[in-house]
């Protein structure tokens, strides 16, 4: 559950859990959170938590919230942001994680009002059954989500095309292909001789339209080439490209539509 | 300076949400509680859930049919006029698919549904609601009932058809849910496209979508039955700050859950040379709908291969859940002819 860390020059005064649907902020004691300033607008802010989501709407005080040093009439929470609201800071923490909860906080589910169903629980209940093990301590989620923090393995290693699932979290791990080492072809005959095309976008497709195309693609675990449309089919090295993707490996000579090219990852 | 203020009313409404849809408990074997769940579903409504080519669990499965030509007289057949590709994946940290994808290309239907609850139910739920759509259609959306209707009075017809299924399927589900423990909970979220005349009728539920791609320029036509969704439309959230949200999947409308479901249905014009995606959110979660333009334009020749790069491609972001895409390509217009000439010609057809 999103918590919030209440602090004045730097002393921390106490840790309010967001438990509740509506957690109000203000200088009068009815607040859910009062802080006893003149800075203070009696009622000065709400925090509104959906599930797992917190927003914070200043409620048109006369001094204003700020949200990491800007101010804000409304905003989205995210994890460390920090609440100022005059001398007082509120540093908001919400370790859920985005992408990599476990498993089953993934699926999909149906949500319903209350009218139709039985009997109310807490507002935020988490989800799944096993939220209840993991809503105190949700920092230790990660060990149990099916994505390790450690970057995958060189790519440039011979992974084969279709990696088994055991080898899924390292995919998981890099979603961007940051790790991917960066790589370009080089025209070596015809017209284009000598120009170099960057391999910068997932998807780059070679050839002649209508004659003879392939695509190379940009992928966690390296570079593969396949085939997209034309009777003849591309070769690499001199051997024909089969119906599959194929993984290109450093100065690989490549040849469609007429065009020699060479494969090759940057230094 | 004037904000909107949080919505009162949508706070009132949304926010005590009941989670309903827990999983029940510990599966154990579960191949044993898909098996109880499929009799009880096939005591009950015939053997249409059996042949479920989806329906295996543990393994990777990607089916793709490509839509044969055959001939038919008069109009353009549907068949020669759209190529539907279809490719579903359980995904890199799921053990099973409980998504299911079935096409009927001889009258133009295509249905995708995303199931959930429970540990093999979900899958259940997803074959059902294919199954029962896809053939109810196949018997209520017949040449005999449409062929002398106007263009206008098809689309309506297709509509009310559409729904008409949908119950149908809601139902069935809802009931095998009810009667079998195995399957309590379980539900499906639904797309499906009827192509007729040069239109098509959409209908859909949760949060599975339709997108089309006319002219390069990719369009979502469904808006997902989520919690995310109305959380947008109501000003709460920005479409940006959505991706961060951390109430994805949470559907507020699932066939199966209620006895009661009503699908939202649109009537959209065809044009030759579009192209249609559906999808279940495993894909459009684990990519930006930029690079499945990106991919449906560089790869659009080769729409094999479109399908397989956008399942990868989902996959290679980290393949969180069940990934199904189905392409619906219009090679050619389908007009329905009308009138005299049209009947001459059908009689010497």
Same mark, same amino acid.
């Given at each position: 559950?999103?918590?919030l860390?209440?602090?004045?020059?730097?002393?921390?005064?106490?840790?309010?859990?967001?438990?509740?649907?509506?957690?109000?902020?203000?200088? *009068?004691?009815? /607040? @859910?959170?009062? #802080?006893? +300033?003149? &800075?203070?607008?009696? !009622?000065?802010?709400? %925090? $509104?938590?959906?599930?797992?989501?917190?927003?914070?709407?200043?409620?048109?005080?006369?001094?204003?919230?700020?949200?990491?040093?800007?101010?804000?009439?409304?905003?989205?929470?995210?994890?460390?942001?920090?609440?100022?609201?005059?001398?007082?800071?509120? *540093?908001?923490? /919400? @370790?859920?994680? #985005?992408? +990599?909860? &476990?498993?089953?906080? !993934?699926?999909?589910? %149906? $949500?319903?009002?209350?009218?139709?169903?039985?009997?109310?629980?807490?507002?935020?209940s988490?989800?799944?059954?096993?939220?209840?093990?993991?809503?105190?301590?949700?920092?230790?989620?990660?060990?149990?989500?099916a994505?390790?923090?450690?970057?995958?393995?060189?790519?440039?290693?011979?992974?084969?095309?279709?990696?088994?699932p055991?080898?899924?979290?390292?995919?998981?791990?890099?979603?961007?292909?940051?790790?991917?080492?960066?790589?370009?072809?080089?025209?070596?005959?015809?017209?284009?001789?000598?120009?170099?095309?960057?391999?910068?976008?997932?998807?780059?497709?070679?050839?002649k339209?209508?004659?003879?195309?392939?695509?190379?693609?940009?992928?966690?675990?390296?570079?593969?080439?396949?085939?997209?449309?034309g009777?003849?089919?591309?070769?690499?090295?001199?051997?024909?490209?089969?119906?599959?993707?194929?993984?290109?490996?450093?100065?690989?000579?490549?040849?469609?539509?007429?065009v020699?090219?060479?494969?090759?990852?940057?230094? | 300076?004037?904000?909107?203020?949080?919505?009162?009313?949508?706070?009132k409404?949304?926010?005590?949400?009941?989670?309903?849809?827990?999983?029940?408990?510990?599966?154990?074997?579960?191949?044993?509680?898909?098996?109880?769940?499929?009799?009880?579903?096939?005591?009950?409504?015939?053997?249409?859930?059996?042949?479920?080519?989806?329906?295996?669990?543990?393994?990777?499965?990607?089916?793709?049919?490509?839509?044969?030509?055959?001939?038919?007289g008069?109009?353009?057949?549907?068949?020669?006029?759209?190529?539907?590709?279809?490719?579903?994946?359980?995904?890199?940290?799921r053990?099973?698919?409980?998504?299911?994808?079935?096409s009927?290309?001889?009258?133009?239907?295509?249905?995708?549904?995303?199931?959930?609850?429970?540990?093999?139910?979900?899958?259940?739920?997803?074959g059902?609601?294919?199954?029962?759509?896809?053939?109810?259609?196949?018997?209520?959306?017949?040449?005999?009932?449409?062929?002398?209707?106007?263009?206008?009075?098809?689309?309506?017809?297709?509509?009310?058809?559409?729904?008409?299924?949908?119950?149908?399927?809601?139902?069935?589900?809802?009931?095998?849910?009810?009667?079998?423990?195995?399957?309590?909970?379980?539900?499906?979220?639904?797309?499906?496209?009827?192509?007729?005349?040069?239109?098509?009728?959409?209908?859909?539920?949760?949060?599975?979508?339709?997108?089309?791609?006319?002219?390069?320029?990719?369009?979502?036509?469904?808006?997902?039955?989520?919690?995310?969704?109305?959380?947008?439309?109501?000003?709460?959230?920005?479409?940006?700050?959505?991706?961060?949200?951390?109430?994805k999947?949470?559907?507020?409308?699932?066939?199966?859950?209620?006895?009661?479901?009503?699908?939202?249905i649109?009537?959209?014009?065809?044009?030759?040379?579009?192209?249609?995606?559906?999808?279940?959110?495993?894909?459009?979660?684990?990519?930006?709908?930029?690079?499945?333009?990106?991919?449906?334009?560089?790869?659009?020749?080769?729409?094999?291969l479109?399908?397989?790069?956008?399942?990868?491609?989902?996959?290679?972001?980290?393949?969180?859940?069940?990934?199904?895409?189905?392409?619906?390509?219009?090679?050619?217009?389908?007009?329905?002819?009308?009138g005299?000439?049209?009947?001459?010609?059908?009689?010497?057809?």
């Amino acid at each position: 559950m999103a918590k919030l860390i209440l602090s004045v020059d730097g002393t921390v005064l106490k840790e309010i859990s967001l438990a509740k649907e509506r957690t109000t902020l203000g200088r *009068k004691p009815h /607040n @859910d959170i009062q #802080v006893d +300033n003149l &800075a203070v607008s009696g !009622e000065h802010a709400a %925090i $509104i938590t959906i599930l797992n989501d917190s927003f914070i709407e200043d409620l048109n005080s006369t001094n204003g919230t700020l949200v990491n040093g800007k101010p804000i009439k409304k905003h989205f929470l995210q994890n460390n942001d920090v609440i100022e609201i005059g001398k007082h800071k509120l *540093k908001y923490f /919400n @370790d859920t994680p #985005v992408q +990599n909860a &476990a498993a089953d906080f !993934e699926r999909t589910m %149906i $949500i319903r009002k209350p009218s139709a169903a039985a009997p109310m629980a807490a507002p935020a209940s988490p989800p799944p059954p096993s939220g209840a093990a993991l809503s105190d301590t949700l920092t230790n989620m990660r060990p149990m989500a099916a994505t390790p923090a450690v970057p995958p393995p060189a790519p440039s290693a011979a992974v084969p095309a279709v990696a088994p699932p055991a080898a899924a979290p390292a995919a998981a791990a890099a979603p961007t292909a940051g790790a991917v080492r960066e790589a370009a072809i080089q025209v070596l005959s015809g017209a284009a001789a000598g120009r170099t095309l960057d391999l910068t976008k997932n998807l780059t497709t070679i050839g002649k339209p209508g004659v003879q195309v392939a695509v190379i693609t940009r992928r966690p675990n390296g570079f593969f080439i396949t085939h997209v449309e034309g009777t003849l089919f591309p070769t690499i090295n001199g051997a024909t490209l089969g119906g599959q993707a194929q993984q290109l490996n450093d100065h690989d000579l490549i040849e469609i539509a007429g065009v020699k090219m060479e494969f090759f990852f940057k230094p | 300076m004037a904000f909107a203020r949080f919505p009162k009313s949508f706070l009132k409404n949304n926010f005590k949400l009941l989670l309903l849809q827990v999983f029940n408990g510990f599966g154990w074997t579960l191949s044993g509680r898909k098996e109880r769940c499929l009799n009880t579903a096939k005591r009950l409504y015939g053997s249409d859930v059996d042949n479920q080519d989806q329906m295996q669990t543990g393994v990777r499965n990607a089916v793709a049919h490509r839509t044969r030509n055959a001939s038919s007289g008069g109009s353009v057949a549907l068949t020669d006029a759209l190529q539907i590709i279809s490719v579903s994946d359980p995904g890199r940290v799921r053990g099973h698919n409980e998504d299911c994808v079935e096409s009927r290309p001889d009258i133009g239907v295509v249905v995708l549904a995303d199931g959930m609850g429970g540990y093999n139910a979900g899958e259940v739920a997803s074959g059902m609601a294919t199954s029962s759509i896809a053939s109810g259609l196949a018997r209520a959306w017949t040449k005999a009932r449409i062929g002398k209707l106007s263009r206008e009075d098809a689309a309506a017809l297709s509509q009310s058809i559409l729904q008409e299924q949908v119950s149908i399927a809601n139902r069935a589900i809802y009931d095998t849910a009810q009667k079998d423990p195995q399957c309590a909970g379980m539900g499906t979220t639904l797309v499906v496209c009827v192509y007729y005349d040069n239109f098509l009728t959409v209908g859909h539920i949760g949060d599975s979508r339709l997108y089309r791609m006319r002219n390069d320029a990719l369009e979502q036509l469904t808006r997902d039955h989520s919690l995310l969704q109305e959380q947008i439309d109501s000003g709460l959230i920005t479409k940006e700050d959505a991706r961060q949200s951390h109430n994805k999947n949470l559907v507020t409308r699932a066939l199966g859950i209620d006895p009661e479901v009503e699908a939202e249905i649109h009537t959209y014009d065809v044009v030759e040379g579009d192209i249609y995606l559906l999808c279940s959110d495993g894909l459009n979660d684990m990519i930006e709908d930029e690079e499945i333009q990106m991919t449906m334009i560089a790869l659009r020749t080769n729409l094999d291969l479109t399908a397989q790069q956008l399942v990868q491609a989902a996959n290679d972001a980290g393949g969180r859940d069940n990934v199904s895409v189905m392409l619906v390509n219009v090679l050619k217009s389908f007009p329905v002819e009308r009138g005299f000439w049209a009947k001459v010609k059908s009689l010497f057809a």
